[in-house]
T-cell receptor
Framework: GESVGLHLPTLSVQEGDNSIINCAYS??????FIWYKQESGKGPQFIID?????DKRQGQRVTVLLNKTVKHLSLQIAATQPGDSAVYFC????????????FGIGTKLQVIP | EAGVVQSPRYKIIEKKQPVAFWCNPI?????LYWYRQNLGQGPELLIR????????DSQLPKDRFSAERLKGVDSTLKIQPAELGDSAVYLC???????????????FGPGTRLTVL
């Protein structure tokens, strides 16, 4: 079946460096994508989203890139900080107002002080 | 502003026992979701409510799982009887409304970690 997945399960980054977390999706009909951050013992927290009619969106220290040609999504975190250590999930939303979000497996980001 | 509240935070039970989880969504949020999250995986939707109506329960194992949101606010999720494979974190989320086009940000609670022995 169609699914959302991640390339790397664990990513270790030196504090101050930039982080790039990747995600592959296979549902070409999805029109909305979201990145969530989940810290230990907490629920997922919304980071940034992007609609399928865009290829880039920037937030505070985070940028999401969408490549619909190869069905690839990435999250870039600038100047990674220890507080960024968490599991990051990409998620896709089906079109037509149907609010069903499908989550990927997750990537664990470890920031090395 | 208070976030999504869930209780209990942790629950340990023996298999075949019943268990219930409670969720209080953010005030004014009409849409409520229950997810199950297995270790190392992303959350999987179990059921979605629009006010008191369950509009998507296709992923809810109805032989042992049940949920209710009687007054369109708080919700409970029940498992009876629990099985070993039910061990997971059960997350509740809410959003303003799922009506119409577009996506509304979901706000998640901290979850209930269930361990079935």
């Amino acid at each position: 079946g169609e699914s959302v997945g991640l390339h790397l399960p664990t990513l270790s980054v030196q504090e101050g460096d930039n982080s790039i977390i990747n995600c592959a999706y296979s549902n070409s009909a999805s029109d909305y994508f979201i990145w969530y951050k989940q810290e230990s013992g907490k629920g997922p927290q919304f980071i940034i989203d992007i609609r399928s009619n865009m290829d880039k969106r920037q937030g505070q220290r985070v940028t999401v890139l969408l490549n619909k040609t190869v069905k690839h999504l990435s999250l870039q975190i600038a100047a990674t900080q220890p507080g960024d250590s968490a599991v990051y999930f990409c998620a896709e939303n089906r079109p037509g107002g149907y609010q069903k979000v499908t989550f990927g497996i997750g990537t664990k980001l470890q920031v090395i002080p | 502003e208070a976030g999504v509240v869930q209780s209990p935070r942790y629950k340990i039970i023996e298999k075949k026992q019943p268990v219930a989880f409670w969720c209080n969504p953010i005030s004014g949020h009409n849409t409520l979701y229950w997810y199950r999250q297995n270790l190392g995986q992303g959350p999987e939707l179990l059921i979605r409510y629009e006010n008191e109506e369950a509009v998507d329960d296709s992923q809810l194992p109805k032989d042992r799982f049940s949920a209710e949101r009687l007054k369109g606010v708080d919700s409970t999720l029940k498992i009876q009887p629990a099985e070993l494979g039910d061990s997971a974190v059960y997350l509740c989320a809410s959003s303003p409304s799922a009506a119409g086009e577009g996506y509304n940000e979901q706000f998640f609670g901290p979850g209930t970690r269930l361990t079935v022995l």
